[in-house]
Structures are given as structure tokens and as C-alpha cells.
């Protein structure tokens, strides 16, 4: 259930929910402390604060937090590697605040799935309002992986049904349509995707070519 928060200036905040958990990680007291009372402020729960980002996958696998907060006086290609590796397994939204610019590596902080990089400016009246923005960032760019995914997987499920007519039409001596039709009732009467039958009838067919060799 989404709750509405009050912010600092006294307004509902109608996107925050008290519900969001979030990981912080900063190894600098002062920063740290400055991002955790205005975390708290705005409604937000604390699952962790980190200083040391070395086991930073392991401990969003394990508290499986909504947001992930980063302090850093620069990024550094450890914790670069780190936030790839939570990309790739365990997508979170992520918002760090750094003390330098880090314009040589800023193609790597967009890459590793960084939402938002903000420079030397820890205010902690607008950390809702940048989470939010962070958020929505991430579920848009969320959104697009998994769409590009679909695309590519229903790609390449087309050429595994286009290879076995291939080899029915020779082997069988069937039309197109013929060995399409053979493809679709093994996928009925099996229960199975037509992609998965394909697979199988590629398997058999090749087999079969390498016991005649």
C-alpha cells in the first residue's frame, strides 16, 4: 500500500511510499550521514549502510533493497564493476552523489546503470525528488532491455523454425507449407513452443547427417 508522505516544505509527496527500502553506500562519515538523515526525512527505510563497496552485489542480493544510494568522492573502476554486476543480475535504481566530476569515466557510470549522477550538491530536501526521477529513469530503461530481449529471443526463434523447415523440405521432401504444418502439430501434440520443436527436429536431423558420416 502507498502512503503520502509529507515533505520538508510541508506538501504531500505523492510519489514516495514508505515502503522503499534502500541500501546506502559511502565511505565517508560526514557524506554518509548527511544522505541518511535525508533519506530518513523523506520517508525512506535504511536496509544498510556500507562503506566499502567489495561486497556490494552480495548485500543487494541479500537485502534485496528498492533503491540504491551511492556516496563517493569519485567513482572508481571497483565499484563500476560492482554496479555492472547488479545490472546484469539484480536491477536496482541507482542515484550517486559524487564530490569530483568524472568526465572520462562517465560513458562507464551511464553503462554500469547509474540513473543518476549528481556532482557536489547533497541536499537533502530534494534526495525525493531525484530518487523519484532516478526511479522512473530506471524503469523506462528497465522496460526497453526487456522488449529489445523479447525482439532478439522471437528473432532467433524464427531462424531456429526456419532452419528445421529447411532441413524437413530436404529431408523429407516437403513444401514449405507441408514442413511448417509437420513443425506446428509436433508442437500441439507435444504440448511444446514451436521454437522448442524446431530445436529437437535440428538435433535429430543433424545426428542423423553425423551417424551416415
Avoid: W
Avoid at 70 to 99: H, N, S, W
Avoid at 121 to 139: E, G, M, V, W, Y
Avoid at 158 to 172: E, T
Amino acid at each position: 500500500m502507498t502512503m503520502h508522505l509529507k515533505s520538508n516544505s510541508g506538501h504531500l509527496d505523492e510519489t514516495t511510499s514508505k515502503a522503499e527500502l534502500v541500501l546506502l553506500l559511502d565511505a565517508d562519515p560526514e557524506r554518509a550521514s548527511a544522505l541518511r538523515r535525508g533519506l530518513e526525512d523523506s520517508g525512506y527505510r535504511l536496509a544498510l549502510k556500507m562503506k566499502d563497496s567489495g561486497q556490494l552485489l552480495k548485500q543487494v542480493e541479500a537485502h534485496q533493497p528498492d533503491i540504491l544510494v551511492i556516496g563517493t568522492d569519485a567513482p572508481d573502476q571497483a565499484l563500476l564493476q560492482q554496479l555492472q554486476l547488479i545490472r546484469d543480475y539484480c536491477p536496482k535504481p541507482v542515484i550517486m552523489f559524487a564530490e569530483k566530476e568524472a568526465p572520462k569515466l562517465i560513458r562507464q557510470v551511464v553503462a554500469s546503470g547509474v540513473n543518476a549522477f549528481v556532482v557536489n550538491d547533497i541536499q537533502p530536501h530534494r534526495l525525493s525528488s531525484i530518487i523519484n526521477i532516478a526511479s522512473a529513469r530506471f524503469k523506462e530503461t528497465l522496460s526497453l532491455r526487456q522488449e529489445l530481449e523479447t525482439t532478439r529471443t522471437k528473432l532467433a526463434d524464427r531462424k531456429k523454425v526456419d532452419r528445421a523447415k529447411g532441413m524437413l523440405m530436404s529431408n523429407q521432401g516437403l513444401s514449405e507449407e507441408e514442413a511448417y504444418r509437420m513443425l506446428r502439430k509436433m508442437a500441439m501434440d507435444k504440448g511444446q513452443p514451436l521454437a522448442a520443436v524446431a530445436d529437437s527436429v535440428i538435433d535429430v536431423v543433424a545426428m542423423l547427417g553425423a551417424a551416415k558420416i
